[in-house]
C-alpha cells in the first residue's frame, strides 16, 4: 500500500512568517511521529500522537510549534513566526501501534 | 542525558566488501533497536530491528547483532553494493513508560561504496 506521505516537499518562506507541514500516515497507523533533521544532523523528536492525542510533546522546541491531529489520520505540523534556525527538514513517521516507524520523505523548510 | 552515537562517521569500502557499522547506546531502558538507512533528498528507510531479547537478527544481505553487556549495536552488510552508499542511523526505542515511541537516533554513519 501506500506509504507516509508529505507536503509539501519544499517550503521556502519569510522571516516571521507562519507555515504549516502536513503528514498523511499509512492507512491504518494509529501512531504519528514527527522529527526534524537538521543539515548534517540525526534526527531529533518533536512530538508523537496516540489516535488524535498527544501524550509526549516534550521535544517541541518552543511554544512557535504546535501540530494537530485529527480523525486518527492526517496531522500538521504549525510553526509560528518563523526564524532562520528553525530551517531543516521536517519527517513525519507512523507505526501500528509498537511496532517500526515508517517514514515520509520530508518536508525541507528554508527560512529567509 | 542518555544517547545513542557512533564510532564511525565516515566508512569507504569496496563494492563487494562486507561493511561493518557500529553504534553504542547508553539507556539500559531501552529495548528495541532499529536500523535505518537515508539517501538523500528520502526518508529514512527501515532495514533491521532487533529486541533486547535476541543477540542476532539476519536479513536479506544485513545483521544486526547486539551486545547488552557492552550496551554496542553493529549492523553487518553482506557484498556490499554501491546501491548501499546512504547516511546509517542506529535509533533506539525504550518500550513503555513515557518515553513510548520516543526514538532516539545517532548522529550516522556515512558509507560510501566504490565500485
Known amino acids: 500500500g501506500a506509504g507516509v506521505s508529505q507536503s509539501p516537499s519544499n517550503k521556502v518562506t519569510e522571516k516571521g512568517k507562519d507555515v504549516e507541514l502536513r503528514c498523511d500516515p499509512i492507512?491504518?497507523?494509529?501512531?504519528l511521529y514527527w522529527y526534524r533533521q537538521s543539515l548534517g544532523q540525526g534526527l531529533e523528536f518533536l512530538i508523537y500522537?496516540?489516535?488524535?492525542?498527544?501524550?509526549?510533546k516534550s521535544g517541541l522546541p518552543s511554544d512557535r510549534f504546535s501540530a494537530e491531529r485529527t480523525g486518527g489520520s492526517v496531522s500538521t505540523l504549525t510553526i509560528q513566526r518563523t526564524q532562520q534556525e528553525d530551517s531543516a527538514v521536517y519527517l513525519c513517521?507512523?507505526?501500528?501501534?509498537?511496532?517500526?516507524?515508517?517514514f515520509g520523505p520530508g518536508t525541507r523548510l528554508t527560512v529567509l | 542525558g542518555e544517547s545513542v552515537g557512533l564510532h564511525l562517521p565516515t566508512l569507504s569500502v569496496q563494492e563487494g566488501d562486507n561493511s561493518i557499522i557500529n553504534c553504542a547506546y547508553s539507556?539500559?531502558?531501552?529495548?528495541?533497536f532499529i536500523w535505518y538507512k537515508q539517501e538523500s533528498g528520502k526518508g529514512p528507510q527501515f532495514i533491521i530491528d532487533?529486541?533486547?531479547?535476541?543477540d542476532k537478527r539476519q536479513g536479506q544481505r544485513v545483521t544486526v547483532l547486539l551486545n547488552k553487556t557492552v550496551k554496542h549495536l553493529s549492523l553487518q552488510i553482506a557484498a556490499t553494493q554501491p546501491g548501499d552508499s546512504a547516511v546509517y542511523f542506529c535509533?533506539?526505542?525504550?518500550?513503555?513508560?513515557?518515553?513510548?515511541?520516543?526514538?532516539?537516533f545517532g548522529q550516522g554513519t556515512i558509507l560510501t561504496v566504490h565500485p
Open positions: 492507512s491504518g497507523h494509529t501512531a
Open positions: 539507556n539500559s531502558a531501552s529495548d528495541y
Open positions: 513517521a507512523s507505526s501500528q501501534g509498537t511496532d517500526t516507524q515508517y
Open positions: 535509533a533506539e526505542n525504550p518500550i513503555g513508560g513515557t518515553s513510548y515511541g520516543k526514538l532516539t
Open positions: 500522537f496516540q489516535g488524535n492525542s498527544a501524550p509526549d
Open positions: 532487533i529486541r533486547s531479547n535476541m
